[in-house]
């Protein structure tokens, strides 16, 4: 069955340092998103892609976070200036575009920690 | 606005024991879709189950069964016969027609003990 990876695993890096998430969505959808969950707490929406363009934002998503979807298949997250609390796992997801009601499927998560 | 309320922040059973998790929601929109994911103790999400809201029929999967209510804005799930791979955190989600999204609610961890 296809599956949305997401590497690496786990990033650790300096407060302040930009970092990169990649995502290899499952290849015939179109809707991408990325998600993330601070440790034992719930999943926030961050950002929604379609059509090589932002669709909705959360107000999480701030001038510090971009996306881009540099080829067919990659769809990554970036953060130019990390900080403390942007430590949290993120989750990657895709769904294809046979409606709204069609889920989300998730990839297995990057854990970032800032140090 | 949105909101997905999940009350039952854990619940412990004993293998074979019924559970039923709750999920409460609130939606201005009349379309709207409520989803499930598990969430195991090596931290992916997966999908479970999806439900539109003009679909009010009660649906069973093996062991899950979910129980959706419009009129309490109820979409509770319940795993019948619980067993220790059923540990996980369960979220319950909502989404609506023309905003992508998914809203979380904040989980109940459901531990089975043997």
């Known amino acids: 069955e296809p599956e949305v990876t997401q590497t690496p695993s786990h990033q650790v890096t300096q407060m302040g340092q930009e970092v990169i998430l990649r995502c290899v969505p499952i290849?015939?959808?179109?809707?991408f998103y990325w998600y993330r969950q601070i440790l034992g707490q719930k999943v926030e929406f961050l950002v929604s892609?379609?059509?090589?363009?932002?669709?909705?934002k959360s107000e999480i998503f701030d001038d510090q976070f971009s996306v881009e979807r540099p080829d067919g298949s990659n769809f990554t997250l970036k953060i130019r200036s990390t900080k403390l609390e942007d430590s949290a796992m993120y989750f990657c997801?895709?769904?294809?575009?046979?409606?709204?009601?069609?889920?989300?499927?998730f990839g297995d998560g990057t854990r970032l920690s800032i140090l | 606005a949105q909101k997905v309320t999940q009350a039952q922040t854990e619940i412990s059973v004993v293998e074979k024991e019924d559970v039923t998790l709750d999920c409460v929601y609130e939606?201005?929109?009349?379309?709207?879709?409520l989803f499930w994911y598990k969430q195991p103790p090596s931290g992916e999400l997966v999908f479970l189950i999806r439900?539109?809201?003009?679909?009010?029929q009660n649906e069973i999967s093996g062991r899950y069964s979910w129980n959706f209510q419009k009129s309490t804005s109820s979409f509770n799930f319940t795993i019948t016969a619980s067993q220790v791979v059923d540990s996980a955190v369960y979220f319950c989600?909502?989404?609506?027609?023309?905003?992508?999204?998914?809203?979380f609610g904040t989980g109940t961890r459901l531990l089975v003990s043997p």
């Open positions: 439900r539109n809201s003009f679909d009010e």
């Open positions: 939606t201005r929109d009349t379309t709207y879709y």
């Open positions: 997801a895709s769904r294809n575009d046979h409606g709204a009601n069609q889920p989300q499927h």
């Open positions: 989600a909502l989404s609506e027609v023309g905003i992508q999204k998914l809203v």
């Open positions: 892609f379609y059509n090589n363009e932002i669709s909705e």
């Open positions: 290849s015939n959808h179109l809707y």
